[in-house]
Nanobody
Framework: QAQLVESGGGLVQPGESLRLSCVGS????????MGWYRQVPGKKREFVASMSWIGSTNYTASVKGRFTLSRDRAKNALNLQMNNLKPEDTAVYYC?????????????WGQGTQVTVSS
C-alpha cells in the first residue's frame, strides 16, 4: 500500500510562510492526481490545491496567489509553499494521491500536519 507522510506544519504569525511536504512510499509521479485538503474542527474538509499527473494545478480561491504546489523528484515529494499566511489558514492539512478512475476521497491520504497562524 502506498503511504503518504506530511511534514512542515507549525506555528507562525500572520504574514509568515511555511512549506509543507508530502513524501510518498511509491513514486508520487505515478499518481493520476494529487494535492491537499485542510480541515478545521467543526467544519467540513476543504479543498486547497491539486495537481494532475501532467503538472497542471488548481487552487481554491482563498489561497490563490499565496500557495504554490510543486513536485520534487529527488525527494519524491509534493510540496505546498504557503506564503502570506492568514489566521483563517489555520487547519490540519492532509495530502492525497489518487489513481485513474478515482477521485481524491478514494485515494491515499496522509496523517495530516497542523498549521497554526496566530498573533
Amino acid at each position: 500500500q502506498a503511504q503518504l507522510v506530511e511534514s512542515g506544519g507549525g506555528l507562525v504569525q500572520p504574514g509568515e510562510s511555511l512549506r509543507l511536504s508530502c513524501v510518498g512510499s511509491v513514486d508520487i509521479f505515478t499518481f493520476y492526481g494529487m494535492g491537499w485538503y485542510r480541515q478545521v474542527p467543526g467544519k467540513k474538509r476543504e479543498f486547497v490545491a491539486s495537481m494532475s499527473w501532467i503538472g497542471s494545478t488548481n487552487y481554491t480561491a482563498s489561497v490563490k496567489g499565496r500557495f504554490t504546489l510543486s513536485r520534487d523528484r529527488a525527494k519524491n515529494a509534493l510540496n505546498l509553499q504557503m506564503n502570506n499566511l492568514k489566521p483563517e489558514d489555520t487547519a490540519v492539512y492532509y495530502c492525497y494521491g489518487h489513481g485513474d478512475n478515482q477521485v481524491a476521497e478514494e485515494g491515499y491520504w496522509g496523517q495530516g500536519t497542523q498549521v497554526t497562524v496566530s498573533s
